[in-house]
Nanobody, 115 residues
Framework: QVQLVESGGGLVQAGGSLRLSCAAS????????MGWYRQAPGKQRELVAV???????NYANSVKGRFTISRDNTKKTVSLEMTSLRPEDTAVYYC?????????WGQGTQVTVSS
């Protein structure tokens, strides 16, 4: 059974930092591109950051320079370090794994940034 379990969300003031983590099980982790997406109320889910199997990264323009995605293939985890948080970063953040013609999602973790 595949599971992606996020942790690390919460409430933070604008300008603050949070670190999200996603623990994967049931997949050959190093063969999956991993990503973080977010969905704010009334908006579509959007890509935040991805990291490929080779470690290449890509970020949404809105988070470049503030967020950093990383992965640990030994621990089967992907993390998102978020700094200089803004109220517009408030959303449910989802972990995503894509590879081997399959795609999986976590249940999401809430990030709320107060002004």
């Amino acid at each position: 059974q595949v599971q992606l379990v996020e942790s690390g969300g919460g409430l933070v003031q604008a300008g603050g930092s949070l670190r999200l983590s996603c623990a994967a099980s049931g997949i050959i982790f190093n063969l999956y591109t991993m990503g973080w997406y977010r969905q704010a109320p009334g908006k579509q889910r959007e890509l935040v950051a991805v990291i490929t199997t080779a470690g290449g990264t890509n970020y949404a323009n809105s988070v470049k320079g503030r967020f950093t995605i990383s992965r640990d293939n030994t621990k089967k985890t992907v993390s998102l370090e978020m700094t200089s948080l803004r109220p517009e970063d408030t959303a449910v953040y989802y972990c995503n794994g894509y590879g081997l013609r399959a795609e999986y999602w976590g249940q999401g973790t809430q990030v709320t940034v107060s002004s």
